[in-house]
């Protein structure tokens, strides 16, 4: 479902006299359905760089990333928007939406892009906010104001409302406490057993032990170490 061949990545910076920063080599990994991956390595070792690579925000220099029928790598921008709807699904740490939009709204809004009817989208979004503790008396407000925790599992929430093929998780226990990080975890496992590829960034060693089938130490793909 995720396939990763040899893929390199390397920054310019225009800013700072054209300075070549070569942080990835010859990654390659294969995702199966129903696999979870955890991306390891010290800090600075690429992890989210590689991320971001497979969600198509950063574009690699060479290689492939086959994500269903697409390679990220030499895909277009329309492209990777309609994989992103229908396929590959990512849950940031960070909740980013547009301000004013009502936190069921928020949560619904993957599932109206996929044409899926009003009535059926809202009752899927209350059903995850439900499960996820958001009270509702906070349903109708802008997650802007929220906490950090209450942003995180709404950005959960709404990761999870479309049975997504492929799922990227950056740090998705990070803010929550026990009682939701078992929820998410629970999500997880779901996704995994409805056939989810799913690759994360988990601080949380436990519940990478718990969720991950395996680990990728991207300090293998590092150019000095690669080469
Ligand atoms: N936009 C960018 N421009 C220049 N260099 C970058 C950029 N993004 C990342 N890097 C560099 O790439 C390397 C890998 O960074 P990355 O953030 O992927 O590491 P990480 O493993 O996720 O680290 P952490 O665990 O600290 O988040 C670092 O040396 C970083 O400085």
Same mark, same amino acid.
């Given at each position: 479902?995720?396939?990763?061949?040899?893929?390199?990545?390397?920054?310019?910076?225009?800013?700072?006299?054209?300075?070549?920063?070569?942080?990835?080599?010859?990654?390659?990994?294969?995702?199966?359905?129903?696999?979870?991956?955890?991306?390891?390595?010290?800090?600075?070792?690429?992890?989210?760089?590689?991320?971001?690579?497979?969600?198509?925000?950063?574009?690699?220099?060479?290689?492939?990333?086959?994500?269903?029928?697409?390679?990220?790598?030499?895909?277009?921008?329309?492209?990777?928007?309609?994989?992103?709807?229908?396929?590959?699904?990512?849950?940031?740490?960070?909740?980013?939406?547009? =301000?004013?939009? =009502?936190?069921?709204?928020?949560?619904?809004? =993957?599932?109206?892009?996929?044409?899926?009817?009003? =009535?059926?989208?809202?009752?899927?979004?209350?059903?995850?906010?439900?499960?996820?503790?958001?009270?509702?008396?906070?349903?109708?407000?802008?997650?802007?104001?929220?906490?950090?925790?209450?942003?995180? +599992?709404?950005?959960?929430? +709404?990761?999870?409302?479309?049975?997504?093929?492929?799922?990227?998780?950056?740090?998705?226990?990070?803010?929550?406490?026990?009682?939701?990080?078992?929820?998410?975890?629970?999500?997880?496992?779901?996704?995994?057993?409805?056939?989810?590829?799913?690759?994360?960034?988990?601080?949380?060693?436990?519940?990478?032990?718990?969720?991950?089938? +395996?680990?990728?130490?991207?300090?293998?793909?590092?150019?000095? +170490?690669?080469?």
């Amino acid at each position: 479902m995720i396939e990763v061949k040899d893929v390199s990545k390397q920054f310019v910076l225009h800013n700072q006299g054209g300075a070549v920063i070569r942080v990835m080599q010859g990654a390659s990994f294969t995702v199966q359905p129903g696999e979870c991956v955890a991306l390891t390595g010290a800090s600075g070792a690429g992890k989210s760089t590689l991320m971001r690579m497979l969600y198509g925000n950063y574009r690699a220099a060479s290689g492939s990333i086959r994500i269903g029928d697409v390679d990220l790598v030499e895909a277009e921008p329309r492209e990777i928007i309609a994989l992103r709807r229908e396929v590959l699904g990512y849950v940031s740490q960070f909740l980013r939406v547009v =301000p004013r939009v =009502p936190t069921l709204q928020v949560v619904a809004d =993957p599932l109206r892009a996929l044409g899926v009817a009003e =009535p059926e989208a809202e009752a899927q979004a209350r059903g995850l906010l439900a499960r996820l503790n958001i009270p509702e008396r906070l349903w109708d407000l802008s997650p802007t104001t929220f906490s950090g925790g209450e942003q995180q +599992r709404v950005n959960i929430a +709404r990761g999870f409302a479309h049975p997504y093929p492929a799922l990227l998780l950056d740090e998705p226990t990070a803010s929550l406490d026990a009682t939701n990080r078992a929820v998410v975890l629970e999500l997880i496992e779901a996704a995994k057993a409805r056939g989810a590829a799913v690759v994360g960034i988990f601080h949380d060693a436990e519940a990478r032990d718990r969720v991950c089938d +395996r680990e990728i130490d991207v300090t293998g793909f590092t150019p000095a +170490r690669a080469a």
